[in-house]
């Protein structure tokens, strides 16, 4: 008993160490500037100065792309044009988990290998597609280094397993109402209980000692429950065994010390996670599970170290610096009462939304500021985590989480209990949750299943009288689940002026491939929004048998959409969206998947088409006579 109370005191230890090495919000002075930004049709200052020093960059790197094409022939005069004016370029990745992730990271990979992914200006990602921002961005921006530290082997929540759910199911599930979603999801049956054991146990278990640890005087009287059983018997092992060396435990499956082994892991990765979240909450903020899923990706990415201020990592990135990097745009949806599917957007400078409902914006790193009708009374630093921030625009991955939690609540007390002591640990603690109506528990009594973002810097905004201003919060959710997933719209704002928007559509319409849907609902939303005669003409998908396919060629006002939807071209890669574990062979399959729907197989003359559709709108906008004959057979080819 004394040994294990030993080990209690040095997980605790631990435990306090980690609370002083991890970041959070603080106070700082108000700066004299407005941190409020009405939008009037204008993109900031600090984005304008952004793409001025970057199509300055662009002019001789994209020479040297276009010089190296094998069969596009751009005489001097035209590369001098198209030096002066290079082309704004976009590139938007879809939702859908680990597929989209890997899928889209070949496809990057691809582009930095032909030297024009230092070409683009943006890069939007929502959902799984902002996995890849996250990545990018802890790594500084250098694609050779991508996803080398994320540990795709061993889950992103520890403890989860892999199971299939259509998304489809959640997002339309969630697009009713929320108990719909519930009774959406998978029936019970179809999961066999056996995977969730060992989550059970280490949820039990992790409530145990958080609840301890919150006493602070070790172990107190408490009643000999089957729990503490439990609890006494897993110190003791991990104790005679768990200080010599790692190797000696057996992992497979039916080994008792294997299991405790990873038991012990994912009870410490919860209690981490807690820990991490903790400072948010001391200092006064709401936290949601949000927090928790954005620390377990920080977690995945080893190398933020104490940093995880988006705006702060973006500006002091070199590459940033030097105009070498596209500026990340995260994609997240609202959910306040009836206004719904307005999307909202973090840019290193700001957060905020484009569209007529809200059309305001904060600065970036002052987000998480007390404001009220545009004035702040207590400014705040390093809210805008960017593992929060992911978190937020891939929100869908709660719902698994609070999903799994029921599950597991079904058939056990002890579980039961467990997740209420955790839950109230969490400050998520809800008194409808008792077990009577736990499963019945609709979403709607658990707001802190959505991103919450209190306060609301647009609170009491004097020209806007909606739900998005008239509480002190904002609750944000995935940015699929408008039923869009690919986050395109922030792209074609007109004050960002894009030429062509290269889209990775990893969505999952039929068998976890995508057949055009998510794009065709955003296509008819453009048409809505721009009544005027300059739209996009929305194209037939079961028709189409070649991709990928260029829309909008002969719109000279608007960019052009050159669509790449996920396909098996090496590897089948239509895996679950939640998939959440692929070892090295499925890895690296996916990749060389990406990179073959990018270079269509390392087929040259497609890349020689992607030069032209590149160079188009910026030629035609000055003579259109100096396009390359050649060029007319891939607008042929690609443009629908
Ligand atoms: C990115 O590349 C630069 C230059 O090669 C290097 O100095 C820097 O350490 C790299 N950063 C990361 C996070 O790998
Ligand atoms: C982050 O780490 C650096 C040194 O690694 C330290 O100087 C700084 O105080 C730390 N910041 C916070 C907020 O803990
Ligand atoms: C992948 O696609 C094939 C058909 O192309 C289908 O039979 C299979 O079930 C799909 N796999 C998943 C995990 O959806
Ligand atoms: C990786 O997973 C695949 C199934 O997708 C399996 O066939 C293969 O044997 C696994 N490889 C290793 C090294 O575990
Ligand atoms: C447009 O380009 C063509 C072919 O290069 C050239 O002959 C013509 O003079 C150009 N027209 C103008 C107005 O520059």
């Known amino acids: 008993m004394k040994d294990s109370l030993l080990c209690l005191h040095f997980i605790l230890c631990i435990v306090y160490l980690i609370k002083f090495i991890s970041s959070s919000p603080t106070v700082v002075d108000c700066p004299a500037t407005s941190l409020i930004r009405e939008t009037k049709n204008e993109i900031c200052p600090e984005e304008q100065d952004y793409i001025h020093g970057k199509l300055t960059y662009l002019g001789p790197k994209l020479n040297t792309f276009f010089s190296s094409l094998k069969t596009v022939d751009f005489d001097s005069e035209t590369l001098e044009l198209l030096q002066k004016k290079p082309p704004i370029m976009g590139l938007a990745i879809s939702g859908g988990g680990y597929r989209s992730m890997l899928t889209a990271a070949g496809f990057v990979m691809e582009m930095d290998n032909i030297g024009i992914f230092d070409c683009l200006s943006y890069i939007s990602g929502l959902s799984g597609g902002s996995w890849i921002l996250m990545d990018l961005i802890s790594q500084e921006f250098n694609v050779s280094s991508l996803l080398s530290n994320w540990n795709l082997n061993d889950g992103l929540l520890k403890g989860i397993p892999d199971f299939d759910i259509h998304q489809n199911d959640i997002i339309s599930g969630m697009n009713e109402y929320n108990d719909v979603l519930v009774k959406r999801m998978v029936p019970l049956k179809d999961i066999p209980r056996s995977i969730f054991n060992n989550f059970e146990k280490s949820l039990q278990l992790a409530a145990f000692l958080l609840e301890k640890k919150d006493e602070q005087k070790g172990i107190s009287k408490r009643g000999i429950g089957p729990l503490t059983k439990f609890v006494d018997f897993f110190l003791q092992r991990t104790n005679n065994y768990g200080g010599g060396r790692e190797e000696d435990f057996d992992d497979s499956e039916d080994s008792l010390f294997g299991s405790i082994k990873s038991l012990h892991q994912v009870i410490q990765f919860y209690i981490d996670l807690h820990l991490n979240v903790r400072p948010k909450k001391t200092k006064g903020f709401t936290v949601s599970f949000t927090d928790y899923l954005g620390n377990a990706f920080k977690k995945q990415l080893g190398n933020l170290n104490n940093q995880s201020s988006f705006s702060k990592l973006v500006m002091t990135s070199t590459k940033f610096q030097n105009f070498e990097a596209p500026i990340p745009l995260f994609i997240a949806n609202c959910r306040n009462k009836h206004l719904r599917d307005v999307i909202f957007e973090f840019n290193p400078f700001e ?290």
């Open 351 to 640: 957060f905020g939304s484009w569209e007529s409902k809200l059309g305001l914006f904060v600065k970036m790193p002052y987000l998480g500021s007390n404001i009220e009708a545009g004035n702040p009374s207590r400014c705040i630093n390093g809210f805008d985590d960017i593992g929060f921030i992911t978190a937020t625009s891939s929100s869908i991955f709660n719902n698994i989480l609070i999903y799994i939690w029921q599950l597991t609540a079904q058939s056990s007390r002890e579980t039961m209990k467990a997740i209420k002591n955790i839950m109230s640990i969490f400050g998520l603690g809800n008194e409808k949750l008792d077990e009577e109506n736990f499963r019945q528990v609709s979403l709607n009594s658990l707001d802190t299943d959505y991103a919450v973002y209190q306060p609301n810097p647009f609170y009491n905004y004097p020209s806007i009288h909606n739900e998005l201003t008239q509480n002190d919060y904002l609750y944000l959710v995935d940015g699929g689940e408008d039923g869009e997933n690919i986050p395109l719209r922030p792209l074609t704002i007109p004050q960002r002026n894009l030429d062509i928007i290269f889209v990775i559509d990893s969505s999952s319409d039929e068998s976890n491939y995508p057949q055009g849907k998510k794009l065709k609902n955003i296509l008819y939303k453009l048409q809505n929004e721009h009544t005027d005669s300059d739209s996009y003409s929305i194209p037939n998908f079961d028709t189409i048998n070649q991709y990928p396919i260029a829309l909008g060629c002969n719109q000279q006002h608007l960019p052009i959409i050159f669509y790449y939807p996920n396909a098996p071209h090496s590897y089948n890669s239509n895996t679950s969206t939640f998939k959440i574990t692929y070892n090295e062979s499925e890895v690296n399959g996916m990749l060389q998947n990406g990179r073959s729907i990018f270079s269509l197989s390392s087929n040259s003359r497609h890349i020689d088409c992607v030069g032209c559709l590149i160079a188009k709108r910026s030629i035609e906008n000055v003579n259109a006579s100096r396009m390359p004959k050649i060029c007319t057979q891939c607008f042929d080819d690609y443009c629908f």
